[in-house]
């Protein structure tokens, strides 16, 4: 299996239709995540989020395993008092479950953002209460549990905690 973290291009669409249109990834991200996951929603991204020039730095990168684009991991950068702060976010395509992927991702993905946006001293994650397996690989990243957001989130009608997951530079 080859691993690779790099910005979205150009004929990354199919592969992401294939992997974003899952239920099983909407129930575990915000809503602003199309479902379904058209072609239309990958071109949108793909738009949005691939490199315009060769020195801008990327914040959202695709999860590429062995040739194919089939995951994404980014960050959005705080604002005002807290731009300080960077919120990270990630799925993966669920045929890649369980192999390590999203693990190794994160690791990379703090590292590079710690390097490439100096100004950012504390990276963090909020996970909805019943996702167990996002949890486990925010700790195995490094990550420390935080805090727990009692009720603050509604997915599919349901009002969960949120569990905030933090690293420090
Ligand atoms: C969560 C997600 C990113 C995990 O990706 P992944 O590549 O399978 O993760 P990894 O293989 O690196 O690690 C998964 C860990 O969770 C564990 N796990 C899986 N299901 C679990 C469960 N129900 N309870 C507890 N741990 C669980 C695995 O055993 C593994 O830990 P281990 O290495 O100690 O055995 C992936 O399932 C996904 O994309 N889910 C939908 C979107 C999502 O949840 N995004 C994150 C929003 S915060």
Redesign the pocket.
């Known amino acids: 299996m080859t691993l690779i973290i790099r910005p979205f291009r150009e004929g990354d669409q199919d592969s992401l239709v294939e992997n974003a249109n899952n239920k099983?990834?909407f129930d575990?991200?915000k809503d602003t995540f199309p479902h379904p996951y058209t072609l239309a929603d990958a071109d949108w991204w793909v738009n949005q989020n691939s490199q315009k020039n060769a020195d801008e730095i990327s914040k959202v990168m695709a999860i590429e395993v062995d040739g194919k684009a089939v995951?994404a991991i980014g960050v959005i950068l705080g604002t005002d008092v807290q731009r300080i702060n960077a919120e990270i976010?990630?799925?993966?395509g669920e045929n890649?479950?369980?192999?390590?992927?999203?693990?190794q991702s994160l690791v990379w993905m703090t590292d590079y953002v710690f390097k490439n946006f100096p100004h950012i001293h504390r990276i963090w994650?909020g996970?909805f209460g019943h996702?167990?397996?996002?949890m486990?690989?925010l700790e195995?990243a490094g990550f420390i549990l935080e805090a727990t957001h009692y009720q603050s989130v509604i997915k599919n009608n349901i009002i969960e905690d949120e569990y905030v997951f933090v690293k420090l530079r």
């Open positions: 099983a990834i575990n991200v995951g976010g990630y799925w993966l890649h479950w369980g192999k390590g992927i999203t693990t994650a996970v996702n167990k397996s996002s486990r690989v195995k």
